[in-house]
């Protein structure tokens, strides 16, 4: 079995359209949605939810008030100002609190308590392309790494059940946590590059995380022809760092036009230069 994980340095390079589309080229593979804090692959793919799971996030800390005397204690030791005196009580900010618990602990009357937060949760799903394993987290919740883990270890474990040939991750931009849960033990990473300043400076710290794991990659520059100048530097760039080059995929109507009526782009037009292009990528990654 073999675990592909599609990775870009920033958002908007079109990630997830590449994702779709080679999952539409895919047999007998599990697809996973790692970009758990702001999922999209299921607008395209319309998982049929056969497994509901929570998350536990973050610990958030409240205060009885039937117990608080408002001595001031919990206010004068937190350090990240999530606690405010309204109506003269103290209260907690949800959005604000670090999940530190620092407040229950110096509390005299013990009129702070913690609960992990349950607005987090995971999905086992059937497609048409095959199983899905996929997430969802509220707003501004926490430790979006550890349910990417989590979700991961999920895919694998159905992929093993069902003798898949391969794992789909669709990854997360950019290098923080989530991100480095989706790189952490895959077999291979293709890259998703988009050409212009920001996208150059974002792929650019990417393979620096990257090379940590000695991880194999290759890469797409996608909507090449809209800055042909970085599309070169880019070009150059990966030919220092010895990363092979897939295909430079030129800006396609079609693919919004696919998005627009939910398909992938090798469902919506299958003969268009962009379908033929991902065609070959798919063959490139099974012998990589």
Known sequence: MKEITVLSGKGG?????????????????????????????????????????????AWVATINEDLCENCGICFNHCRFDAIHIINKQHNINPFQCEGC?????????????SERSENNYWYVSNTRFGKMVHA??????????????????KAREIANETNAKFILNDGPPGIGCSAISSITGTNSILLVIEPSQSGLHDITRLI???????????????????????????????????????AK????????????????????????????????????????
């Open 249 to 288: 995929i030129p800006f396609d109507k079609e693919i919004i036009n696919a998005m627009i009526n939910e398909k992938s782009i090798i469902e919506y037009a299958p003969e268009s230069n962009t379908s033929i292009l991902l065609k070959d990528v798919w063959e490139k990654l099974f012998i990589l």
């Open 136 to 153: 969802s987290m509220g707003p501004g919740e926490e430790n979006s790494g550890k349910l990417v883990t989590e979700i991961r270890k």
């Open 208 to 246: 620096q995380l990257v090379n940590k794991f000695n991880i194999p990659m290759s890469a797409i520059i996608n909507k090449c022809d809209i800055n042909e100048d970085i599309t070169q530097q880019i070009e150059l760039f990966l030919k220092q760092h010895r990363i092979n080059l897939l």
């Open 13 to 57: 390079t079109g990630k997830t359209s590449i994702t779709a589309a080679l999952a539409s080229l895919s047999k007998n593979t599990i697809f996973c949605d790692n970009d758990v804090d702001a999922a999209d692959l299921h607008l395209i793919l319309h998982p049929e939810i056969q497994e509901k799971h929570i998350f536990k996030g």
């Open 101 to 113: 618990r620092l407040c229950e602990r110096v509390c005299p009357n013990n009129a702070i308590t």
